[in-house]
Structures are given as structure tokens and as C-alpha cells.
């Protein structure tokens, strides 16, 4: 079992910045990637920004230079933190965890980001 824990959402003005984080805790085995995902009501989940376990990032375009994703090995936790936030980012964030030996992949329970004036 593997459990995430997300952390950091809330409501914010355009332009403001808020910091998610997210822990992961059970029976993890091996080199991990982690990343962060997002849904919007009627809309599929799409990838926001991912990081591998030697520290290869990857972001969706619409980020790309506001965003910035970062991990701490020995917590097994991984941030996100996103700077000049507009109203189109207001989604659920969910935390994923990915065991790269096993393919095992594991969500969190999704943390709310309102970006509005």
C-alpha cells in the first residue's frame, strides 16, 4: 500500500502563488517518478508537470516558466510551486506516484486550487 498526501491548495488571486505539496508513505520500492496532475469539472485529468528519479522535469506548455516542480528524496515528498497563477489553472491537483521498476502507480486524493479575484 502507498499512500499520498497532498497538501497546499486554496483559493488565491490572479497573479498570486501558492505551494502544493505532497508526501508519500507505505511500501515503495525502488526509483519512483512523481508528478502532478490536474481536472477540471466535464474535462480529462492532464499531466501538469512531472519528475523523474534523477530530477528530469517535464511541464505542460501551459506552464512552463510559472511553474516549477521539485522533489526531497528522503521525505519521498514532492512540491509544486506555482507563481503568476491565473484563472484557467483553478483545478483539482492530484499528487501521482509512479514505481518505475514495477509500473505500480498510486494517486492522491486531489487538493483544491481556486485562482480568482
Known amino acids: 500500500q502507498v499512500q499520498l498526501v497532498e497538501s497546499g491548495g486554496g483559493l488565491v488571486q490572479p497573479g498570486g502563488s501558492l505551494r502544493l505539496s505532497c508526501a508519500a508513505s507505505?511500501?515503495?520500492?525502488?526509483?519512483?517518478?512523481m508528478g502532478w496532475y490536474r481536472q477540471t469539472s466535464g474535462k480529462q485529468r492532464e499531466l501538469v508537470a512531472t519528475?523523474?528519479?534523477?530530477?528530469?522535469?517535464n511541464y505542460v506548455d501551459s506552464v512552463k516558466g510559472r511553474f516549477t516542480i521539485s522533489r526531497d528524496n528522503a521525505k519521498n515528498t514532492v512540491y509544486l510551486q506555482m507563481n503568476s497563477l491565473e484563472p484557467e489553472d483553478t483545478a483539482v491537483y492530484y499528487c501521482?506516484?509512479?514505481?518505475?521498476?514495477?509500473?505500480?502507480?498510486?494517486w492522491g486524493q486531489g487538493t483544491l486550487v481556486t485562482v480568482s479575484s
Open positions: 507505505g511500501s515503495i520500492f525502488g526509483p519512483i517518478a
Open positions: 501521482n506516484l509512479l514505481q518505475i521498476l514495477t509500473r505500480f502507480t498510486a
Open positions: 519528475i523523474t528519479d534523477t530530477d528530469n522535469t
